[in-house]
C-alpha cells in the first residue's frame, strides 16, 4: 500500500451532517472512505447559551457556551467582505443534464501504524484533481486525479480516472434551493448539530466545518455563497491568521477556528476576499501529528459548468 492510498483511508471519525455531504461522499470526494475524511478531526468542547450578535447592521440569533467567545471583530469584517464578493458574482446557468466540474488542488497528510499504540505522520500528498458531478444529481460523474510524489527515481507520479456512478438518491451538485438570507442560513448551519455525542464536535465547531465542505465540490449560487458567509460571520470564537497562502500559492487570510489542537481556517483573497480553500493545522503535538504539521489543504481554482462529464471548461 502506498502513502497515498494510506493517506485516503486515514482517520474515518464523523459521518456528515447534511445530504449535500452524503452527495459528495457518494461522489468519492476522498477515496476510499470520503465522508469521514471531509470531516475535520475536532473534539468535545462545552455548548449552547443564547447571545446575540451584530454585524454590519444584520442581527441574528448565535449560540455560544460559557468557554465560547464571540467572534473576532476582525472575522465578523472578513467574512462580511467575502459576502459582498460573492453576492456579485454573476450566476452560472446551468440545465438539468450538465455537469458542475471543479478543479482544484488538495493535499491530505496521513497516519501508519507502527506498532499498536503508535501511528507515525504521513506528510501530505498533493494531488491535481478534477471532479464532474452531475448538475441534478441523475448522471454518473467523473474523478480526475494526480498526484507527484517523491521516489528514489526521483518523483512518481500517480494518475486515477475514476467513474463515479449514482448510488441511491439522486443529489444535486447545483445547489439551488439553499437558503440566501443570513438568518436562514444560520439555522441550515446548524440544522441537526443538536447536543454535542460522545466524541463528536460541538455544534459551533460544526456549523464552522460545515462551510468549508459546502463550498468544496458543489456550485453554491452567488445569493447563498453570501449568505452562507454572513451567517459564517456570526459563529462564536473565530479569529482571523493573517499572512496566509493557499495550496496554490496565492496570498490569503484566513478566518479561522480552533478546537482542542487543531486549527481549522476559511482562506480568502488577502485583496479581493474571494474564496480560495482550506487549511487544518495540529496547534500542538497530538499524535501522530506533531505540532505545526499540516493535516489538509485544499485550493478550488475552477467552478464552471460544461455538457459532459470528461469535458474541460
Known amino acids: 500500500m502506498n502513502d497515498l492510498d494510506l493517506m485516503e483511508k486515514f482517520r474515518a471519525d464523523v459521518a456528515p451532517p447534511d445530504p449535500a455531504a452524503l452527495a459528495r461522499a457518494r461522489a468519492g470526494m476522498f477515496r476510499a472512505e470520503p465522508a469521514p475524511r471531509r470531516r475535520w478531526v475536532w473534539r468535545l ?63 491530505w497528510a ?46 512518481d507520479t500517480i494518475h486515477r480516472n475514476t467513474p463515479l456512478p449514482v448510488q441511491g438518491t439522486p443529489i444535486p451538485a447545483y445547489l439551488r434551493n439553499l437558503p440566501t438570507e443570513a438568518t436562514a442560513m444560520r439555522n441550515w ?31 453554491v449560487p452567488p445569493a447563498s455563497a453570501a449568505a452562507l458567509f454572513e451567517a459564517a460571520a456570526t459563529i462564536p470564537g473565530t479569529t482571523v491568521v493573517k499572512q496566509q497562502v493557499d495550496l496554490a500559492g496565492r496570498r490569503g487570510i484566513a478566518v479561522s477556528k480552533v478546537h482542542h489542537a487543531t486549527r481549522h481556517d476559511l482562506i480568502f483573497d488577502a485583496r479581493t476576499y474571494r474564496f480560495l480553500g482550506e487549511r487544518e493545522v495540529a496547534q500542538e503535538d497530538a499524535a501522530p501529528f506533531p505540532a505545526g504539521a499540516v493535516i489538509g489543504w485544499t485550493a478550488q481554482l475552477q467552478v464552471a459548468v460544461v455538457d459532459k462529464a470528461g469535458q474541460r471548461p
Open 45 to 107: 468542547a462545552p455548548v449552547a447559551a443564547l447571545a446575540s450578535v451584530v454585524a454590519a447592521g444584520v442581527t441574528v440569533v448565535a449560540l455560544r457556551g460559557p468557554d465560547s467567545p464571540p467572534p473576532a471583530p476582525e472575522a465578523v469584517r472578513v467574512l462580511r467582505l467575502a459576502a459582498a464578493e460573492a453576492r456579485r458574482d454573476p450566476v452560472l446557468p446551468a440545465r438539468p443534464d450538465q455537469y458542475v466540474y471543479i478543479e482544484s488542488r488538495v493535499a
Open 110 to 155: 496521513g497516519a501508519t501504524m507502527v506498532s499498536p499504540d503508535n501511528a507515525q505522520y504521513i506528510p501530505p500528498v498533493e494531488k491535481n484533481r478534477r471532479i464532474w458531478l452531475s448538475v441534478d444529481g441523475t448522471r454518473d460523474g467523473l474523478l480526475d486525479e494526480q498526484a507527484v510524489r517523491p521516489s528514489e527515481a526521483g518523483r
Open 189 to 219: 448551519l446548524y440544522a441537526g448539530t443538536g447536543a454535542t455525542k460522545e466524541g463528536g464536535n460541538p455544534p459551533d465547531v460544526t456549523a464552522f466545518v460545515k462551510v468549508g465542505d459546502t463550498l468544496r465540490e458543489q456550485y
